[in-house]
């Protein structure tokens, strides 16, 4: 990006109005994706799969982002490497395969063959100068928390421990490291990722959009609750719900309250326990429980727990299951939304769940949020899309619009 | 375009030689395709549709161009109107399908309801400053003529009654507004849409390309009168047909004559009657009529209405049906034909008409055309395309360049 | 490209390393990738196919590379014609089909029609200054020699005889004259040209890649010769095969010995002659021969013919077939392979060769090659793509990485 450019988009970074959502450009410019990839995408500790996935030494795979293909391996029983997927010689891809299981990893092109801690192993025919030891495969920082992978693909990452901080008991109360994958969906959505999260941070369109969110939720939590806490207007009704719940699983001795940013940083995170209504257990369709308690629950209290450790991950959770969101941009108008459910590894299929009961949710839901974010992007190349005023109940996408915007500029400024 | 490009094309446009198509540049560069959305789609009135496909209230279809998709919706029994698809509100598509019956137009992804007048309605949880009447829905210029619907998208749309003036009488003889559709074909076709015009006006190839409209049109008619009047060398022959036919159908009241473009402006239509040789009442393969009289027609007599009210619809018109055509562009290279067949909305299917005589020989033709123009485009993008000589029967194509690039070169002065 | 892409791209140039391959954009920048034609494949006389597929008067067929189609004719038994496919009036295809049988070639549009010599003959209604003589087909520059159809798509071709003189005696002795393609197939593959030819140059990967190539070929022969003479260490047991089968060879009155550049310049030529080994006499499975023996050979002599034209081809000779490759960039990181194989044209399949048996070892290992670079061109573009060291095996593909950036640097000095 030239001066000119860069002078240019910082006016317009600048003449965003408050309360109204971005106007086209950010939603559409192939120049904004690429910075958008650069500042956002690859500055952020994100989610890509969990330790059960590759349980033995060898396991493999593969997580993409743009033109970047990331090997998740495991070295040993306590290690789990990521390489990216590009050979030190020629360049070629090394695990051409969705998943799998390896001994080393052998190059298809040329053969040349490194260990799972990514040292070259070998290379026939070298010139005697030629130091294997300087030809390790490209580290991509990771970071195993809980079982769950996390990756940055920065030069210079933040600190992981400052970054999962403020959300880590709400992760670890719930005992994921002891759990396992029980599906993985894919859904491919012809949309920029910010309509993506501008969608998903807002729960305004709940209502006349998600029939199955709706049915569980009530519409006071949806109201005040339904993108994080305070993202709507106060609901007196959900508030006396909440105080009176948390004094009531406070003396379970289960874990309460909430996180969210004060002061402005590269973060983006948030977490909050709150109760179902109506004597619901779990997010299903009976309101009844998908599967066995996991973590340090001891009876189900009748809770749920949501966390966003970035704006391209999101963590929901039951008492007895998980559901994670990877939110993955693809080209300029193009996303890809990742979900994994996760129960309590050892529970029992036909015994202690069926997949369908716990997927059926989120599933439906994001269905209707790819139809939705895929009519949004179409009407917002029009030539007459100009932003219009947000309601009462769209502070989570103003706050992320927000950060977004801030982070921005301040990256134009260097 | 910056000031550098803008000099560079009016170089160009200078420099182009006549009697010879345009360059290259002009059939295959993006730069120059938007410019002409903006300079030559945006500022016609163009046809999209008959009010025989919306009869009642809430009823609506869809029109796209680029970008743009456009609802064209009937409010009550005397008013049509045209709105933009994009919400006021995040900009999301409101209507989904091609076509439809509604109540209220309802945004389907928070629910703000617009009237069938495009005023807001209601949308829930909005700040108490909010101002429902400022957020009506973006109206498209649009007018109703003969039943004929069409719509304008420049912001400052020229006169329609200045534009439809010349044209009028030969589109109301033909009683369009008691008309029906009777066939809608889609023929999209990858080529520039000037190449598409380019080929529609002239009747150079008719003889080597068309055998269809060989059978029923006449060897001097298709020399003088093929891409409309005097746009081939004078045919002695055909010119004493035509004034004895006029004399003949003046008898009869029928209208007679012809119009054509004498000042350059904004504008570029046409129109004219002319007769079917061989004794042929109707253009059909048999000749004989195919349907019931329309308009103000008494009896068959033997001719043949042609009007193009812009070079984006062409209008063709036998004393008992209607063949209309859109032609819309869709990419630098990609263009959309679109084609209505109308008849007598007193005609039963069966009994007055078979759709297939009807369809025949503008199906069959443009499908040759398509074929033709993307031949043409193939070879436009070679290296080795330079503009040659034209012929004395493609002094359409001429007139219709000359009024392109002076149109062009009038808006790149500004 | 303006004075600050070039100046840039200079730098880059100087920049490559020895014995490294090239950097990333060489690979995936459109803009290079626009120069590499030009420079490169519109500056080279190219192979595209055999007089057998058109023996007769009006046989043709076509060749296409990116926007350009050549129309390759014969006019008599003597003369074999090579046309732009562009009309010359408004620049239509004139042949649609991929080949065919024709009288005159005449445009299907506006049925101009031109002589097999490209003359014009006829064009109706033309004005009477029209000058048919003008308007001829736009020749593109073509060869034959002994049955090969070289084309060259610049406007100043480099003379054929001196580019044909070093290989001349090496093509000749295999009576290509009188030879007829037996199988012709396309491998289109998803990779910039310069990494096919990268893959081609060398014979490191063949061990680990290619088990049809390496059970036809002995360790030693791919170690030192696999991708031409001396690109990969010498082996002092196939230099002694090598010597003792020249000699051997030598008093049979085969030829015998090899060519490769010494000065810098336009070409980039090799040519060898080897020997099989362990007794095999063709490039086949069975190592039995394929088919009867072709041109001056008197008897099977056990030895294998390897030239290459230019980078865009490569001509490989057992005694009894041949196996011709054309290398056509498509787009920046499409690459068509297509192979032609032949026999003696006295050959009768079913009784002196099996189709299969001749196509067997280049169609298996091209297909190979084909998925080795598409893996290849997926890890090019990460951005932790960085240019690892060449083996001694790749000594083939560092000399045209050399030939490359030399005339790449002299054409950016223009």
Redesign the interface.
């Known amino acids: 990006m030239n001066i000119k450019e860069k002078s240019r988009l910082k006016k317009i970074v600048k003449s965003q109005k408050n309360?109204f959502?971005l106007e086209q450009c950010f939603y559409t410019d192939p120049m904004i994706y690429d910075l958008d990839i650069e500042i956002f995408f690859h500055n952020q500790w994100v989610f890509v799969g969990h330790i059960y996935r590759i349980p033995k030494k060898g396991d493999y795979f593969l997580f993409s982002i743009g033109?970047?293909?990331i090997i998740i391996i495991r070295e040993n029983n306590k290690k789990i490497n990521c390489f990216?997927?590009?050979?030190?010689?020629?360049?070629?891809?090394?695990c051409?395969e969705e998943e799998g299981k390896l001994r080393n990893l052998v190059c298809?092109?040329?053969?040349w063959v490194y260990n799972l801690d990514g040292q070259l192993k070998s290379?026939?025919?070298?010139?005697k100068n030629?130091k294997p030891e300087n030809?390790s495969l490209?580290k991509c920082n990771s970071k195993i928390f809980e079982g769950l992978i996390f990756i940055n693909l920065s030069e210079n990452p933040c600190d992981f421990t400052k970054f999962i901080e403020p959300i880590e008991p709400f992760i670890k109360f719930h005992g994921l490291s002891k759990a396992k994958i029980i599906a993985r969906k894919s859904y491919p959505t012809k949309g920029n990722w910010k309509l993506i999260l501008?969608n998903f941070h807002e729960c305004?369109?709940c209502?006349?959009?998600h029939p199955e969110y709706c049915h569980v939720h009530s519409k006071d939590y949806i109201q005040a609750y339904g993108a994080g806490s305070n993202t709507?207007?106060e609901s007196k009704l959900f508030k006396k719900q909440l105080e009176d719940w948390n004094k009531k699983v406070k003396k379970l001795g289960h874990l309460i309250g909430e996180y969210s940013e004060i002061k402005f940083s590269n973060f983006f995170r948030s977490a909050e326990r709150t109760p179902f209504s109506n004597g619901k257990l779990s997010e299903t369709k009976s309101g009844k429980p998908a599967s066995i308690l996991m973590g340090k629950f001891t009876e189900f209290d009748g809770g749920y727990t949501t966390i966003g450790p970035s704006p391209f991950n999101s963590i929901i959770m039951s008492n007895d299951f998980a559901t994670i969101f990877t939110f993955i941009p693809k080209a300029p108008m193009e996303t890809e939304i990742e979900i994994m459910w996760l129960v309590n590894e050892k529970a029992t299929e036909g015994v202690d769940y069926a997949i369908n009961d716990i997927t059926w949710m989120w599933h439906e839901t994001t269905l209707e949020d790819k139809r939705?974010v895929e009519?949004?992007q179409?009407?917002?190349?029009?030539?007459?899309?100009?932003?219009?005023?947000l309601?009462?109940?769209e502070l989570g996408l103003e706050k992320l619009k927000f950060w977004y915007l801030k982070h921005l500029e301040l990256s134009l400024e260097k």
């Not at 990216?84 to 090394?94: A, T």
């Not at 298809?108 to 053969?111: C, I, L, N």
């Open positions: 309360n959502p033109n970047e293909s990216y997927n590009v050979c030190r010689h020629r360049g070629s891809h090394i051409l298809p092109y040329h053969a290379a026939r025919m070298m010139d030629f030809w490209n501008d305004y369109h209502q006349p959009s709507g207007p939705i009519n949004n179409k009407g917002v190349l029009s030539k007459k899309y100009i932003p219009g005023p309601s009462k109940m």
